[in-house]
T-cell receptor, first 108, second 114 residues
Framework: DAKTTQPTSMDCAEGRAANLPCNHS???????VYWYRQIHSQGPQYIIH???NNETNEMASLIITEDRKSSTLILPHATLRDTAVYYC?????????FGKGTLLTVNP | DTAVSQTPKYLVTQMGNDKSIKCEQN?????MYWYKQDSKKFLKIMFS???????INETVPNRFSPKSPDKAHLNLHINSLELGDSAVYFC?????????????FGEGSWLTVV
């Protein structure tokens, strides 16, 4: 599975959009981009995933560059409850490999 | 209803004991997993079962023995517990073992070995 690079931490003001970047320059053609988050002391929570096209669901939007070497997770209106570690991963099969993730802190 | 449920949530036990963590999913999924999150917060896959058959074993010590009595259950039995086994263990499931599937995690079981 391809390796991903994320910033260690980010801050965002409550009510503003949170844009979390992820680099996955070695992604293979059949690998999906996945985003999960982990709120302290809870299990990882699925957010969104995509292969080539941009995706949107009730939680977030996923923007994947045309060359698929990077992506951005967008939380359109961040709330305090969105404070968590966000993991970007790529997977071509059923095996998710978690990295260190980005600690997103949403401030009042 | 909790989709992926694990019991117990907290477990404190002495070195050398044998313990089990149970996992059940009510999503009708074919594939189940065990992940371990250590003190450094890294999440690593341990095992995966698809329709009760083992498909991933990430060089986990053979003191760890998963058992899948049916595809809705994947239990983790640990023999001769060691201090280093202290961690949070997450069970998870996905519709199948194919690409592009979403994996759903349980809330974790906190194991402390003293």
């Amino acid at each position: 599975d391809a390796k991903t690079t994320q910033p260690t931490s980010m801050d965002c003001a409550e009510g503003r959009a949170a844009n979390l970047p992820c680099n996955h320059s070695t992604i293979s053609g059949n690998e999906y981009v996945y985003w999960y988050r982990q709120i302290h002391s809870q299990g990882p929570q699925y957010i969104i995933h995509g292969l080539k096209n941009n995706e949107t669901n009730e939680m977030a939007s996923l923007i994947i560059t045309e060359d698929r070497k990077s992506s951005t997770l967008i939380l359109p209106h961040a709330t305090l409850r969105d404070t968590a570690v966000y993991y970007c991963m790529t997977a071509g099969n059923y095996k998710l490999t978690f990295g260190k993730g980005t600690l997103l802190t949403v401030n009042p | 209803d909790t989709a992926v449920s694990q019991t117990p949530k907290y477990l404190v036990t002495q070195m050398g004991n044998d313990k089990s963590i149970k996992c059940e999913q009510n999503l009708g999924h074919d594939t189940m997993y065990w992940y371990k999150q250590d003190s450094k917060k890294f999440l690593k896959i341990m095992f995966s079962y698809n329709n009760k058959e083992l498909i991933i074993n990430e060089t986990v010590p053979n003191r760890f023995s998963p058992k899948s009595p049916d595809k809705a259950h994947l239990n983790l039995h640990i023999n001769s517990l060691e201090l280093g086994d202290s961690a949070v263990y997450f069970c998870a499931s996905s519709p199948s073992a194919g690409t592009g599937n979403t994996i759903y995690f349980g809330e974790g079981s906190w194991l402390t070995v003293v």
